[in-house]
Structures are given as structure tokens and as C-alpha cells.
Nanobody
């Protein structure tokens, strides 16, 4: 599975962005997908994950109520809708995939996209 993330940019606090992750490969439908982020000088951290069926989602506390992860299996796409963005959301955002069950642990993921930069100004 190859992943390509896009949709990042520079926005003001309170704005919204939608990140997209395009996946190649016929087994995408069997993969749980996740979004992670990494700010300068910090470790990569979990943001959200979605089951292979799309029926279950799980969010980091920092994302609950503001971010929504979704997938369109027919299009091999995963999305992260981010609302009410804050300066502390500034980071490079990565999409990742792993077979079967979802996980919040980045070490559990086998495939990673190249990342897309989100910058939120105050």
C-alpha cells in the first residue's frame, strides 16, 4: 500500500482544513487507517484512527469534538476534517495504514505517507 497525503496549508486559528490521503493497492479495504502528527522537536503523536470497515473511529483527546476521520473505500481515500484549528495543531500530518485492526500506536503501522504540513497562526 502506498499513501499520499495532501491538503495541508497555512490558516488562521479557528479555521478549518480537510486533509486527504490517497491509497494505492487493492487491499486498502482491509486496512485500518490512522492520522498522526509531528511538531518540530516533538515525537510523532496519534490523532485519529478508523477501522477497515469505517464503522469505528477513535480520537486523541486533543482531536475529540474538532476533528473527524472518514474513509471512502470505493475511492481508496481517507480524510481528516479539522475544525476550530488552534496554533498547537501546527505540525506535519501523516496518514498511515495497517492490516486489520485499528491502533493508536504509531509503531503498529506498516505504511506511511510523506506528510503534509499544517500551520495555524494565532
Amino acid at each position: 500500500v502506498q499513501l499520499q497525503a495532501s491538503g495541508g496549508g497555512l490558516v488562521q486559528a479557528g479555521a478549518s482544513l480537510r486533509l486527504s490521503c490517497a491509497a494505492s493497492g487493492r487491499i486498502f479495504s482491509t486496512y485500518a487507517m490512522g492520522w498522526f502528527r509531528q511538531a518540530p522537536g516533538q515525537e510523532r503523536e496519534f490523532v485519529a484512527t478508523i477501522s477497515y470497515s469505517g464503522g469505528r473511529t477513535y480520537y486523541a483527546d486533543s482531536a475529540k469534538g474538532r476533528f473527524t476521520i472518514s474513509r471512502d473505500t470505493g475511492k481508496n481515500m481517507v480524510y481528516l476534517q479539522m475544525n476550530s484549528l488552534k496554533p498547537e495543531d501546527t505540525a506535519v500530518y501523516y496518514c498511515a495504514g495497517r492490516p486489520s485492526f485499528w491502533s493508536s500506536d504509531p509503531r503498529a503501522y506498516d505504511y506511511w505517507g510523506q506528510g503534509t504540513l499544517v500551520t495555524v497562526s494565532s
